[in-house]
Nanobody, 130 residues
Framework: QVHVVESGGGSVQAGGSLRLSCVVS????????LGWFRQAPGKEREGVAA????????FYADSVKGRFTIVEGRAKDTMYLQMTSLKPEDTAIYYC???????????????????????WGQGTQVTVSS
């Protein structure tokens, strides 16, 4: 059974940095697509960044390019989201998600990406104050 656990949220002032962590366990595949999504109050969940593990490509939403970096960890199916130059509009619950067994990542970000990710963490709150 696949489990997804994320951690590392918190509160920072605008311009600050945070790092989110995600561990995915139970996947029988050597490579998976792992992604970060976020949902702000009253808004739809949106894709933030994704990476195909095992040294594959990474993908970013335009709103975070140049500020966020998704990085694979040394352990299998671990990854981090390094967030810098945070803005109040980055305030949201951030979710880690896994698309298990897929070759590559789905088009990301895209409306269809959300349904491709079958396993989700419980979410971690990120709050950026001005």
């Amino acid at each position: 059974q696949v489990h997804v656990v994320e951690s590392g949220g918190g509160s920072v002032q605008a311009g600050g940095s945070l790092r989110l962590s995600c561990v995915v366990s139970g996947s029988p595949y050597s490579r998976n697509c792992l992604g970060w999504f976020r949902q702000a109050p009253g808004k739809e969940r949106e894709g933030v960044a994704a990476i195909y593990t095992g040294g594959g490509d990474s993908f970013y939403a335009d709103s975070v390019k140049g500020r966020f970096t998704i990085v694979e960890g040394r352990a299998k199916d671990t990854m981090y989201l390094q967030m810098t130059s945070l803005k109040p509009e980055d305030t949201a619950i951030y979710y880690c998600a896994a698309d298990i067994g897929r070759v590559g990542c789905p088009p990301f970000p895209s409306p269809g990406a959300l349904s491709s990710f079958s396993h989700w963490g419980q979410g971690t709150q990120v709050t950026v104050s001005s």
